[in-house]
């Protein structure tokens, strides 16, 4: 008779201790995958939101003077004269070692244009990025631009300007569609014109140059500080500055929850391992003449000791798979219920194989003391009870 025949035929005989060692594992594994389903999907949920805040990562040129400007005033009158960037260098950001966790690249050019006999600021970007990148940005009529005739106004300066969406304005003797105004956001866009990129450098005469860039790389364990540290290394001559506070407040929140998830994880996990070990117990004490026929036919105490661990390894096995599809399940029914709008993750391989080897790894643990405790069992005190 082998080994693993016993096994299955103690399973099929004691259906009811079995069921509930199962169940134990069952639940263990099912909350762990769970909660790590539900804190995976708030982290998506959370990097989503935190990357409608735009750029965490500012690029400029260096510059040797103090500013002069406070609170949007200037006290100083000085301009200082502004080394740009060759927009041919933004390749240099893809080659970085975390070039992986980068989002969304937007250069902007910078200048001032007369418009109406007034010093307006003229911004160029590039329509896809920068609209990607400032998802609160809302227009008051007409539609975001899409070709280089097109451009969009501030809501301050419509109103300074006296335009409005689908109007005809001339700069510097260019004339450019209004395509939309956008609504007050209180930043510098405001009070500017949004132009393209490549439309902006031919009207400042700054062609194939860039004045800053902004970096989105919202991501979970993004480590933004040497992110910075190796676009600086890129660009000796600029100024690299992470927006620490969204970045700050992005991990604390992931990190919250991460350990959360595991503490209530170890938890149950730890009241899953005493319940496992309990029911062996129980099965082991119940089998005490099972045991003591085997010894006496010439089982040795290997033997004994496999037939109970491949018990507890066939019950981790199912306890494995049933719990990480219970957890799941109850994920997908809770994620809509704590999370508004919330979205569930999708069902994690990984996680699915690693649940099956806990569960495994939880059963044949906890079946140890009681496997070792039967294979010690003396042949001849254990017949007494026949």
């Known amino acids: 008779m082998k080994l693993h025949n016993i096994s299955f035929g103690n399973i099929r005989r004691r259906k009811g201790k079995m069921l509930f060692l199962v169940l134990g594992l069952v639940i263990g594994i ?20 935190l990357n409608q805040f735009g750029a965490n990562i500012v690029v400029v040129p260096k510059n040797e003077n103090l500013s002069l400007n406070y609170g949007g005033i200037d006290v100083g009158g000085v301009s200082y004269q502004v080394k740009e ?51 609160w940005w809302q227009k008051s009529g007409g539609a975001f631009p899409e070709k280089d005739n097109e451009i969009m106004l501030g809501a301050q300066a419509a109103t300074l300007l006296g335009y409005k969406a689908g109007d005809t304005i001339a700069i510097n003797k260019t004339s450019f569609k209004v395509a939309t105004v956008l609504k007050p956001t209180g930043a510098s866009e405001d009070s500017a014109i949004i132009a393209s990129l490549t439309a902006s450098q031919k009207l400042l005469g700054k062609e194939g140059k860039i004045s800053m860039m902004e970096i989105s790389a919202f991501c979970g364990g993004c480590p933004i500080s040497e992110m910075t540290l190796q676009i600086a290394e890129k660009f000796p001559d600029a100024k690299v500055t992470a927006m620490k506070q969204a970045v700050m ?116 643990l906890a079946s140890l003391y009681p496997a070792f405790k039967a294979s010690n069992m003396d042949p001849s005190e254990a017949l007494r009870a026949l």
Do not use: C, W
């Open 30 to 49: 099912s909350t762990v995958v769970t909660l790590l389903s539900i804190t995976e999907s708030m982290t998506r949920d959370i990097e989503a939101r």
């Open 249 to 364: 407040s992005k991990m604390q929140s992931i990190d919250m929850f991460r350990s959360f998830s595991l503490g209530i994880s170890m938890i149950v996990i730890f009241i899953g391992s005493l319940l496992v070990l309990v029911t062996m117990m129980g099965s082991v004490n119940e089998r005490t003449r099972e045991i003591g026929i085997f010894r006496a036919i010439g089982f040795r105490r290997g033997h004994i000791m496999q037939i109970i661990l491949l018990e507890a390894m066939l019950l981790g096995i199912i306890g494995g798979i049933l719990g990480f599809g219970i957890g799941n399940l109850i994920a997908y029914t809770i994620i809509p219920l704590v999370m508004k709008d919330g979205v569930f993750a999708g069902i994690n391989t990984n996680l699915g194989i690693i649940s099956i080897l806990m569960a495994v790894a939880l059963s044949l």
């Open 85 to 135: 960037f060759d927009q041919e260098s933004l390749e240099k950001i893809k080659t970085i070692k975390n070039s992986k966790n980068l989002s969304i690249i937007a250069p902007k050019v910078l200048g001032a244009v007369t418009v109406n006999d007034k010093k307006v600021l003229l911004m160029g970007v590039i329509y896809e990025q920068e609209l990607a990148l400032k998802t």
